[in-house]
């Protein structure tokens, strides 16, 4: 899963490498299109409006696996062309710079297939102009290839996307900083989905999610853990380790390590636009 950025806005997308594809989170655009605060009634009311387009809903937008806070989860998702069709229905001044917008992001990727540092080397101009800096995107590129890793290491030993992904996730979680990902959400006042927990943590944040997620990984090879449960004992020990490391940090410097600190206002500094 990637994040995409239209208008500074976050798209979140998956790559389909059978189809050689991308696809994208139809709630993500809704939301953006239209500047709704609940994507999901207006989704339900532009089918009932389009009867086409209701009827033929399935078929065009199938329910992917998608990574989020709290690990990999069931969202509806199109192509290209189903957003195209989608479009349609939605009025909006914005319509015409996302077609552009898209026609970009796919040919971003047949470069990137070519030539895979240019995939690296967007990200990190995207969180450039965000605004964060050069120290912390070194850490949020180093940790996704981590969590790359780990997730790598989950498909081959028979854990299942989604649902299995999302409560391993919490198990590392909770044994590196003492809570699970959504309880993190709430103490850095993420509210939208769209609102990536790991993009407003701080360098420690990083650092610790790192560290328990290298181990979790180091550990189910090398007990060559399969299927769910043994995995799971695996995310506990792995992140066991790094809530050890972060106790001691924290009881050196008498600072806590998870923090309400985000990276909200930097929405606000100039956008990359598609």
Known sequence: MEMKLFENKHVRSVWNEAEQKWYFVVEDVISILTDSKDPKQYIK??????????????QIVPTLAVETSGGKQKMGCT??????????????????????????????????????ELAQARMRDIYRAKGYTEGWIEKRIRGIAVRDGLTGEWK???VKEGVEYSILTAEISK??????????????GLTKPTENLRDHMTDLELIFTMLGEASTT??????????FEENKKAAKQGGAIAGIARKKLE????????????????????????
């Open 175 to 188: 044994a590196t900083f003492g809570i699970i990902p959504s309880d993190h959400r709430k103490i850095k």
């Open 45 to 58: 009311k532009m089918r009932q409006r389009d009867e086409e387009l209701g009827k033929g809903w399935v």
């Open 218 to 227: 180091e550990i189910a090879k090398n007990k060559d853990a399969q299927g």
């Open 156 to 158: 081959k030993r028979d």
């Open 251 to 274: 009881q050196t410097t008498g600072k806590k390590v998870v923090t309400p600190k985000n990276f909200l206002h930097l929405k606000d500094n100039k956008k990359l636009k598609g």
């Open 79 to 116: 192509d290209t062309k189903g957003l195209l069709r989608i479009i349609q229905s939605v009025p909006s001044p914005k319509a015409e710079p996302f077609k552009l917008w898209l026609a970009q992001v796919g040919s971003d990727r047949l470069e990137e297939i070519e030539n895979p």
